[in-house]
């Protein structure tokens, strides 16, 4: 299964028919070279030859395995970006980067290598390999798991330095990493005993070979009068006999050894996602939705659809804001009720799809490395044109214009050369170009930029003014921007309303909110003055 995965379907069969056939013509080749070295026409021409059948099954292997290894790639890809948010809760963030990168690399890498030199050098040989095999592949699993909770721990402690640090428990967590090194040591050692245990036995067997084949030489040769030239040429190639045990059983081994990887790897590509759509998904117009009506039945949310509204979510941590985002693009499962875009439930419309037609602004949005085209148009949709139109429009153009090869320019990692605010305004500018009728934006958990907000909230009113656009307010500043403030209060609506009717209740909760908005900034202001 894992070989037909990773061999299979990076070639047509033939290609690996015509591997398989030239890689025997290959050995014979050097010997039949030797026997003719008194004519040098056949020689040569047995050289070109392999040499081209050389060139040829190299290329043809590494053309095979990297494109089942691409191919791999892309699936388990696609599989992850597929899984419902709540897989990656329960999945140690280690274990998924582990499979993308150690266990990528050696399938892209180290398994073509190893395959490539075990196929020159491939005969039948010796039972301790299967015995050496059986042993020293469940001992490299033991080494794969004994890894995690030692680079988990690494992670945790890291993360939480400064806590550690002041709790004075350093040497708790030192104890704890000591031990889970001690674990990874130990299968260590046994690996390392399993290579000399095996070594051992193959020399043995080489030298075993070395002596039967001289005693047959020595006797063709005196008894029976044998070719000494040719006699000379086998005792030449016998020599090499335990370096070529030594070669193949260290290249299959590091091949099964490796193989563990290429399971975990087939283990997400080849996996079918849980589908977080129902069966009966329906096609959905490609201008859907072209109005921001949204609702919330049963959990009651309805707007008017030529009003194209400004709502802003706010409550207190835990109150439900981010939850009743993460449902509208289904990211978590609702168990009661129905959510309906432009009078279409939700429920039947293929995540894909749904997702392709909103746009979110986080409050610390990421950039992507590459090019800053690449972060406002990855999929190289739209002209430059249209990308500058939507740069001035989010008033991003003159600091792209400034750059040193302007959409070209690199991005550095994580988009780091740009403010919290700047990589907000990309974000607003890839939604302007998708002419999203439905925006998300969540507020910054600090307002340190009073000039950014103000740009942000300018954006709200006059670019995205024919849209929806729904904002989770961490700050209750600019309510009067706003046509609606929804209150949530442990994941129910407390208060739906405008702000100035709300506000006009001293005892609704938003004006309990606001108080203690303004009790937390002038507590700041004590505290820095002091």
């Known amino acids: 299964m894992v070989w037909r995965v990773m061999v299979l379907d990076g070639a047509a069969r033939p290609c690996i028919v015509f591997i398989f056939s030239l890689s025997p013509l290959l050995k014979s080749g050097t010997p039949e070279t030797n026997c003719f070295l008194h004519r040098w026409t056949v020689s040569g021409f ?10 040829l099954t190299g290329l043809l292997l590494k053309f095979t395995l990297v494109r089942g290894a691409g191919r791999l790639h892309h699936k388990m890809l696609t599989y992850l970006t597929s899984l419902p948010v709540i897989h990656f809760e329960s999945t140690p963030p280690c274990t998924i980067l582990n499979t993308f990168s150690a266990d990528s690399r050696i399938v892209d890498q180290i398994l073509p290598t190893t395959l490539e030199l075990l196929l020159s050098v491939f005969i039948n040989f010796c039972s301790y390999l299967s015995i050496y095999l059986s042993i020293c592949i469940q001992l490299h699993r033991l080494q794969n798991l004994s890894k995690l909770p030692l ?11 400064r806590t550690i640090r002041a709790y004075r428990v350093q040497y708790w967590f030192t104890g704890y990493v000591t031990h889970a090194i001690d674990v990874f040591n130990v299968v260590f050692i046994y690996i390392y005993a399993m290579n000399r245990w095996l070594a051992v036995r193959l020399d043995i067997l080489g030298c075993l070979i070395m002596f039967t084949a001289s005693l047959g030489s020595l006797a063709l ?3 029976n009068g044998g070719n000494g030239t040719l006699v000379g040429l086998c005792l030449l190639y016998v020599i090499m006999a335990p370096i070529y045990l030594n070669m193949i059983a260290r290249h299959m081994s590091e091949l099964d050894n490796n193989v563990c990887s290429l399971e975990r790897v087939i283990e997400y590509a080849s996996e079918t996602p849980p589908s977080i759509d129902p069966p009966d998904c329906i096609d959905i117009h490609e201008t859907w939705p072209d109005m921001g009506d949204i609702q919330f039945r049963h959990i009651a949310l309805n707007y008017d659809p030529e009003q194209s509204p400004v709502v802003a979510f706010c409550g207190h941590a835990g109150s439900g804001r981010s939850s009743l985002i993460l449902s509208l693009f289904k990211m978590i499962h609702v168990h009661e009720g129905k959510i309906f875009i432009n009078n279409q439930d939700i429920s039947v ?3 894909y799809i749904l997702r392709s037609r909103l746009s979110i602004i986080p409050h610390d949005p990421i950039m992507f490395d590459g090019t800053v085209r690449f972060n406002l148009d990855p999929e190289g949709k739209y002209r430059d044109p249209e990308i500058w139109e939507a740069l001035n429009a989010v008033q991003l153009k003159r600091t792209v214009q400034e750059l040193p090869h302007k959409l070209e320019t690199a991005v550095l990692y994580e988009g780091k050369e740009f403010s919290v605010g700047q990589r907000q305004l990309f974000c607003f500018a890839r939604a302007y170009m998708r002419d999203s009728k439905i925006v998300i934006v969540e507020q910054e958990h600090t307002n340190d930029d009073a000039l950014m907000e103000e740009t942000i909230q300018e954006l709200i009113q006059t670019v995205f003014r024919d849209s929806t656009v729904l904002v989770t307010l961490h700050h209750l500043t600019h309510l009067h921007n706003y046509h609606r403030v929804m209150v949530l209060d442990q994941g129910k609506i407390i208060e739906f309303d405008t702000a100035e009717h709300l506000l006009a209740n001293e005892n609704s909760m938003l004006s309990a909110l606001v108080r203690e908005g303004q009790q937390r900034r002038s507590n700041k202001v004590l505290i820095t003055v002091s």
């Open 349 to 351: 419309v293929p995540s």
């Open 221 to 223: 040769s005196v008894n």
């Open 46 to 55: 047995i050289l070109l030859g392999v040499t081209v059948a050389t060139v």
């Open 151 to 161: 680079f988990n721990h690494f992670s945790e402690i890291l993360s939480g330095l």
